[in-house]
């Protein structure tokens, strides 16, 4: 293990964590358990708003609407496991009525776990009972809502809509499942209509009203304002589902949270439909660091999670990513890296440590390095420079960088010894 202060650059990123059970990547610090670092003290050190959040993930199901992906069998199997092992609360697996293959993969994921695993269904007859014939324990029932889907899509009327999805709610709490009931496309429904179909779904049973930005148009004050008044108006739990159009899918799924909702569906790196969903990594984190709210998530599967999902999927997580990105804990400028050298907290969140997503701390060498993080590498890897010296590497470190090359430890030790640096003497074994 490192000591406090060292850290790894390794020559290349790893590509893949292929499982999450698979043998640590050297170049990866063991994890610590998460929590128990004190939010910072300043002009936010309030972190009273919320009691506690729910995770529903829904990467094999949304996730898996991402324009050309999709998951195989033995794809969701390795996916649902992992999110099992890490204490997801709920897992949706799928739609199962919309193929054999997929109706077997729910069924066998539901058999195989032992967190809550779901199966989505519309208000229609075949899809719920694909939905029961699976085995799954919660049922995610949905109806469009908004004026342009009930006509264009379900090509139906409103009084259609609330009977379809009233029945469907009926018969699911008949047959002893849990239900949820989706509106879909609720921020573009009309605000009496939402309502009318809220309370007759609550009278008719219904576990869990989820309330999805489905075309992401909410933001997060709107947002919170909208599930506040669903709260008002259900005695069922509330869910919120939220896309990422433009860009504000998790901050609208945490003042979801912060609303009264119990519970946000997230897929793993964002993906889903279009550009994606709320990010299970990012409110996962933001619930546990920023709110300092125990989800009972394993967050050092986090990052094996991430690359696992990446390499299943065909969707590459940007290096800018939070939380689980390349560039996520890493460091190049020199006034950045001389900090982290001295207390990781000067210019990392403080509240939230590469050690508690199973990742590590990387200090970059390139176009911004300083002195500071170049006498650090030389010393790591064994030489002994003087001030002079690792004022010239750095030098070469720099003009090296700005020629867009990026800098390994193996060009930096070239650069020692062509500076004429001398390894530190090495101790005499008899």
Request: net charge negative.
């Amino acid at each position: 293990m490192l000591s406090q202060g060292q850290f790894y650059i390794p020559e290349r990123p790893p590509v893949q964590l292929p499982c999450l059970s698979a043998t640590r990547s050297p170049w990866v610090r063991p994890p610590v358990q998460a929590g128990g670092i004190e939010f910072f003290q300043g002009t936010l050190d309030s972190t009273s708003e919320i009691d506690g959040a729910r995770v529903f993930d829904t990467t094999l199901r949304d996730g898996e609407q991402s324009p050309r992906t999709s998951f195989s069998y033995e794809d969701k199997r390795e996916i649902a496991a992992a999110l099992d092992r890490m204490g997801t609360h709920v897992i949706e697996a799928g739609f199962p009525v919309n193929s054999d293959a997929e109706f077997e993969a729910v069924r066998d994921i539901a058999n195989s776990t032992d967190t809550t695993v779901c199966g989505l269904a519309r208000v229609v007859d075949k899809d719920i009972e694909a939905a029961l014939d699976a085995g799954v324990e919660m049922v995610h029932v949905f109806a469009s809502t908004s004026d342009v889907q009930i006509e264009d899509s379900m090509h139906a009327t409103r009084e259609q809509v609330v009977e379809r999805s009233v029945d469907a709610v009926s018969r699911l709490q008949d047959a002893g499942v849990e239900v949820m009931f989706s509106p879909m496309d609720a921020t573009r429904t009309s605000e009496s209509f939402l309502v009318e179909v809220i309370e007759a779904v609550t009278e008719a049973g219904t576990d869990w009203i989820n309330i999805p930005d489905t075309c992401g148009v909410a933001t997060p004050r709107r947002f919170h304002d909208l599930i506040e008044m669903v709260c008002e108006h259900t005695t069922a739990r509330v869910d919120v589902h939220t896309h990422d159009d433009f860009g504000m899918a998790t901050a609208n799924a945490v003042s979801g949270i912060e609303a009264g909702a119990d519970q946000a569906q997230v897929s793993v790196n964002s993906i889903g439909e279009r550009a994606g969903n709320a990010a299970y990594e990012e409110f996962v984190m933001a619930i546990e660091s920023v709110y300092q709210v125990d989800t009972g998530i394993d967050t050092t599967g986090i990052t094996a999670l991430s690359r696992l999902v990446e390499e299943k999927s065909g969707v590459d997580v940007p290096g800018n990513k939070p939380v689980v990105g390349d560039n996520a804990f890493a460091h190049e400028s020199g006034i950045h890296a001389a900090g982290v050298i001295e207390n990781s907290d000067t210019f990392e969140p403080g509240v939230m440590t590469p050690e508690m997503v199973g990742a590590q701390r990387e200090l970059v060498l390139g176009k911004h390095t300083g002195n500071h993080s170049v006498r650090e590498r030389l010393q790591d890897a064994g030489f002994d420079p003087t001030e002079d010296q690792v004022r010239a590497v750095t030098r070469r470190v720099k003009d090296y960088g700005a020629e867009k090359q990026r800098v390994t430890m193996t060009d930096l030790k070239e650069f020692a010894k062509e500076e004429g640096v001398e390894r530190e003497q090495e101790e005499v074994r008899a």
